[in-house]
């Protein structure tokens, strides 16, 4: 969408310099003075026109429509469609058996009701504490001054 602003913006400021330039030349003109009249150009012949025949020389156009049509050609007679459907036989491969399920009395039963207490929650390590004070470290003081200030 900027990219747009921009291109509008250039065009709309090449227009305005382009009238800029064709205003100062229709004042120059304008400010010149009077000049002479243009030289007339000679007359030229015309061409010729082509004659054409006027409507009158035309024949004129039958007000009425020949009555006598010739006969239409005769349709060719189309072959008839069979409307009965032969039967189609009506047969399907014999259905796969059933594989032999195993018996349910063999499964372990489910239980009846679910324990009510949760297991007890593993405990959690203690996180070791930070000191907090900062231990000292001896710095090396500096040499004694020779002279006092």
């Known amino acids: 969408m900027a990219s747009f602003n ?64 010739p006969p239409l050609p005769s349709i060719p007679s189309v072959p008839t469609i069979p409307t009965a459907i032969p039967p189609i036989p009506f047969s399907f491969p014999p259905l796969p058996s059933f594989p032999i399920l195993p018996n349910p009395g063999a499964l372990p039963p489910l239980p009846t009701t679910l324990p009510r207490g949760l297991p007890p929650l593993p405990s959690i390590p203690s996180v070791p504490t930070t000191p907090t004070t900062v231990p000292s470290i001896t710095f090396f003081s500096p040499p004694p001054s020779r002279s006092t200030p």
């Open 6 to 69: 921009c291109f509008a913006l250039a065009f709309l400021m090449a227009l305005s310099f382009a009238s800029i330039d064709v205003g100062v030349a229709a004042r120059h003109l304008l400010q010149q003075p009077q000049m002479q009249s243009l030289p007339s150009f000679p007359n030229l012949p015309t061409p010729s026109q082509p004659s054409f025949p006027w409507p009158g020389a035309l024949p004129p156009l039958p007000t009425t429509l020949p009555t006598g049509l």
